[in-house]
């Protein structure tokens, strides 16, 4: 099967993606050319395919992928430096550059990630063995902030549904709530009202339970600096920013809807859903365009799709919902 990409040569999926991997992602590939449109638009196929798998005790010491070197990808991902430079971690102050100023001795090791609530099998797990029976997986994501900017990225984590899996839900679970550590002495902020602490986050368990949904621990072929969330945060790329949990230490099974952080503090603002759309403008701003993060910080503004891409991946989930609301 022929692909289109982004600067309008043809190669065969097959060629940039193992096999098993492009049989899986076949029906993502139909969206390659809508996601075209823009010259910094990667096709999903690419963004989804997965070449390097990892040991979660390998990671420091493997090499970045070679496919990021490859001169048509390099344009569209975002430079390590930018990524993690310009950050949102309000736990470390409220500027971009607070995160990477005052986390330099944040402790991720040791750190323990409790999964109980609603499973038959909860427990309390030291990071390596939360991970030691997966294989990581290494994705290009699209990134979209509320904020109005984007990035892509190469992130290197483990597709949620395999942990929940293994926790086994009972029939009585209906959402997930993530909560972020709580450590005043290590988060300053924490001493501060700003925002509801810990931070918290919740999924509707069918989206939690899809295969986009990452929990990564690392970036860029290797560990997540401390600033983008180590050493395990949430990814969910159709959804802006603040879904994406940093320094994750429990994951819940409830029955009913969960308040976020977000959404405690600022409910107009910061609704449960927060799928990207561009037609459901923020109350303070649009959502019809994003600034790409790059040198400088911006390279460049392009057009927000709606569920940031990933529509067709994604929308049959919120069907029975009408546009707002999806917000
Ligand atoms: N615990 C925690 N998680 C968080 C945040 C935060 O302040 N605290 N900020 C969110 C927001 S608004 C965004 S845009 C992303 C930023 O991730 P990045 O710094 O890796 O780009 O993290 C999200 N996760
Ligand atoms: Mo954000």
């Not at 330099?104 to 990630?113: A, D, G, L, S, V």
């Amino acid at each position: 099967m022929l692909i289109r990409r982004h600067n309008g040569f043809d190669i065969k999926a097959s060629e940039i993606t193992p096999e098993a991997i492009y049989q899986d992602r076949r029906r993502f590939l139909q969206t390659a050319s809508q996601l075209a449109l823009g010259s910094l638009f990667l096709p999903l196929d690419e963004v989804l395919a997965a070449p390097e798998k990892y040991n979660y005790a390998n990671i420091p010491g493997i090499k970045p992928n070679p496919r990021y070197q490859d001169k048509d990808l390099k344009k569209i991902i975002t430079s390590p430096e930018d990524f993690s430079s310009y950050n949102n971690f309000y736990e470390f102050g409220m500027d971009k550059d607070d995160p990477k100023d005052n986390s330099k001795k944040f402790k991720t090791k040791p750190w323990t990630i409790k999964v109980h609530g609603l499973v038959s099998k909860p427990a309390d797990y030291q990071l390596e063995d939360f991970l030691k029976p997966y294989e990581l997986e290494d994705r290009i994501y699209r990134f979209r902030c509320v904020e109005a900017w984007s990035m892509v990225v190469p992130w290197v984590g483990v597709p949620l549904h395999r942990i929940l899996s293994r926790a086994q839900p009972t029939s009585a679970a209906k959402y997930v709530l993530f909560k972020t550590l709580q450590d005043p002495d290590q988060f300053p902020m924490q001493k501060t009202k700003i925002l509801t602490w810990p931070y918290q986050e919740g999924l509707r368990l069918d989206e939690a339970m899809h295969d986009l949904t990452l929990l990564t621990v690392g970036a860029y072929g290797k560990v997540l600096p401390n600033q983008n969330g180590a050493p395990l945060r949430l990814i969910v790329p159709w959804k802006y920013g603040y879904k994406s949990i940093k320094s994750i230490v429990s994951i819940e099974l409830v029955s009913a809807q969960p308040k976020t952080a977000w959404e405690m503090s600022a409910p107009d603002e910061y609704p449960f859903y927060s799928n990207v759309n561009p037609e459901v403008p923020h109350p303070r701003w649009s959502q019809k365009t994003e600034r790409v993060l790059g040198s400088g910080f911006f390279k460049a503004k392009q057009k927000t799709l709606m569920y940031n891409g990933y529509a067709d991946a994604v929308a049959s989930m919120y069907s029975k919902f009408d546009n707002k609301k999806l917000y």
